[in-house]
């Protein structure tokens, strides 16, 4: 099936800094991504949709100047998580969707957030 | 709204047995539906895709039935093996679900039993 990768796996950052995780389709072209959290033994919620060459679509209750989407190719979508609190310590996922099989959606391998 | 409903507590099933989970959902039927694994700390791993008008779709040791009267799906695991617990979320698409068109079960854990 295809792939969706996703980096860095792991990131610690201090409290106010800016985090960049990147999304990417190593083996299709993806012109909308998508990008969820994930709590503890929870649903996957859906943040905001990732569109190439466009802005991206955020979901209701998520700020969009607080988590930065930007999708400069066909095949990378990148999520900032700015000005970080431990709040936003979270499991962040990001999928895309392959058009080529039925639509359907895989994800990457998701990235720890941890905010101290 | 729709809810879709997987077994809330953990399955637990003896190694060489089938293992059987149940997605349910409520109001219309979706377009197609998915089943993913998704171990802890991991990413959702694609499985199988059922369109609305397949009864069955096999892969491997994997069973995926698709009943629209019932407003079920059930995911079979023939021949369990330890390797296959994890967390198992079914994911329907429909009009009016998500901008991924997708809406996710919160998921079953599924344990193997040497």
């Known amino acids: 099936g295809a792939v969706v990768s996703q980096h860095p796996s792991r990131v610690i950052c201090k409290s106010g800094t800016s985090v960049k995780i990147e999304c990417r389709s190593l083996?299709?072209?993806?012109?909308?991504m998508f990008w969820y959290r994930q709590f503890p033994k929870q649903s996957l919620m859906l943040m905001a949709t990732?569109?190439?060459?466009?802005?991206?679509?955020?979901e209701q209750g998520v700020e969009k100047d607080k988590f930065l989407i930007n999708h400069a190719s066909l095949t990378l979508s990148t999520l900032t998580v700015t000005s970080a609190h431990p709040e936003d310590s979270s499991f962040y996922i990001c999928?895309?969707?392959?058009?080529?099989?039925?639509?359907?959606?895989?994800f990457g391998e998701g990235s720890w957030l941890t905010v101290v | 709204s729709q809810k879709i409903e997987q077994n809330s507590e953990a399955l637990n099933i003896q190694e060489g047995k089938t293992a059987t989970l149940t997605c349910n959902y409520t109001?219309?039927?979706?377009?197609?539906l998915q089943w993913y694994r998704q171990d802890p700390g991991r990413g959702p791993v694609f499985l199988l895709l059922?369109?609305?008008?397949?009864k069955e779709k096999r892969k491997e040791r994997l069973k995926v039935t698709f009943d629209t009267t019932l407003k079920q799906s059930l995911f079979h695991i023939t021949a369990s093996q330890p390797a296959d617990s994890a967390t198992y979320l079914c994911?329907?698409?429909?009009?009016?679900?998500?901008?991924?068109?997708?809406?996710f079960g919160k998921g079953t854990h599924l344990i193997i039993q040497p």
């Open positions: 999928s895309a969707r392959d058009r080529r099989a039925g639509n359907t959606i895989y």
């Open positions: 083996d299709f072209q993806a012109t909308t």
């Open positions: 990732s569109n190439e060459g466009s802005k991206a679509t955020y």
């Open positions: 109001n219309y039927s979706p377009a197609y």
């Open positions: 059922i369109r609305e008008n397949e």
């Open positions: 994911a329907l698409s429909y009009s009016g679900g998500g901008a991924d068109g997708l809406t």
